[in-house]
Each structure stands twice: as structure tokens, then as C-alpha cells.
């Protein structure tokens, strides 16, 4: 009987074992090829692209922040599509979004001085416009997302090496 029990806990032993070097190398393999690969972190409606997991700044995107998403992403053709539809919505969400918050704030302002009929029209106008704005951000931010992540596949699949780019934008 205390054969057997033996005999079971060296049995599960050995499948801990092989099991554990098995995550091993599948970790190290699925790792290869990532170093290059980019990442973006987003804060207070900005986004930092970042090259792998503690590399450099590779460029700072948000409201009227943008930079050349197109080059970092050209070796990839469906990457560069989506960075195309960032860059395009990117800046309208910006302009779009800031035209309406001054709109929103010049209707309030008018309101509190006095009852004009245009104020009620500037501040539906203004919110409206904001809303349209964080609309077309958000779109940015998606096709960013995705532009990162078809750059990301294709250069895991060809192996092809990250093309060397440094920060294209300087303010931090």
C-alpha cells in the first residue's frame, strides 16, 4: 500500500517537473521576436507609445499631440492603413472638441450676463460638438490600438527587426 502512495507522488512529481520546464521554454519562445514591439499607455487622454516592455518613449499622441504614427508603423501595410484613420481622427476629435468646449463656455458666459436667446443655442451647440469630438478621440485611440497591434503581428511573423526610431516628439 505505501508502495503505491510512493509511487503516486513521484508520478505527480515528475508531471510538476515536466510541466514547469515545458512553460519554460514555451515562455522563452513566444517572448523571441518581441523587442521591438510596440506598446501605448494612456493617461489623461494622451498616449505614450513605447517600444516593448521598459523601452523608450517612441512618441506622445492626444489632443492636437500627434506625431508620425505612419513612419514607426510603415514596414506593416494594414498597420499603416489604421494609422492613417488615427491621424485623420485624431485631429478632428481635437479641433471638433475644442471648438465646442469654447462654444459651451461662451454660452455660460452669456447666459450668466444676461438672458440672451443665442446662449441656450451655444451651449447645446458647444456640448454637442464636444460629444462629437471625444467620438472621433476615442475612433483615434481604437485605430491606434490596432495599427499597434497589426505592426506587432507582422513583425512577430516575418521576424523582421523594428526599424531604429527615436523619439519623433520632443515634448514630453
Not at 19 to 46: I, K, P, V
Not at 53 to 65: E, L, M, N, S
Request: hydrophobic share 45%.
Amino acid at each position: 500500500m505505501k508502495s503505491r502512495i510512493i509511487w503516486a507522488l513521484i508520478a505527480c512529481a515528475c508531471c510538476v517537473v515536466l510541466r514547469a520546464s515545458t512553460a519554460d521554454a514555451q515562455s522563452s519562445d513566444s517572448t523571441r521576436g518581441y523587442d521591438g514591439a510596440l506598446r501605448f499607455e494612456s493617461f489623461w487622454g494622451n498616449a505614450k507609445i513605447i517600444r516593448g516592455a521598459d523601452g523608450p518613449v517612441v512618441g506622445t499622441a492626444g489632443w492636437f499631440r500627434s506625431f508620425d504614427v505612419e513612419k514607426v508603423v510603415a514596414t506593416s501595410p494594414p498597420a499603416l492603413a489604421e494609422a492613417r484613420v488615427f491621424k485623420t481622427n485624431n485631429f478632428r476629435g481635437s479641433v471638433v472638441g475644442s471648438i465646442g468646449a469654447l462654444a459651451t463656455v461662451v454660452g455660460v458666459v452669456v447666459a450668466a450676463n444676461g438672458s440672451n436667446a443665442a446662449s441656450p443655442i451655444l451651449i447645446i451647440g458647444g456640448v454637442g460638438a464636444m460629444g462629437w469630438g471625444v467620438q472621433h478621440m476615442n475612433t483615434a485611440v481604437r485605430a491606434l490600438s490596432r495599427s499597434l497591434w497589426w505592426y506587432n503581428r507582422d513583425l512577430a511573423r516575418h521576424g523582421a527587426p523594428a526599424p531604429t526610431v527615436g523619439r519623433v516628439d520632443p515634448v514630453k
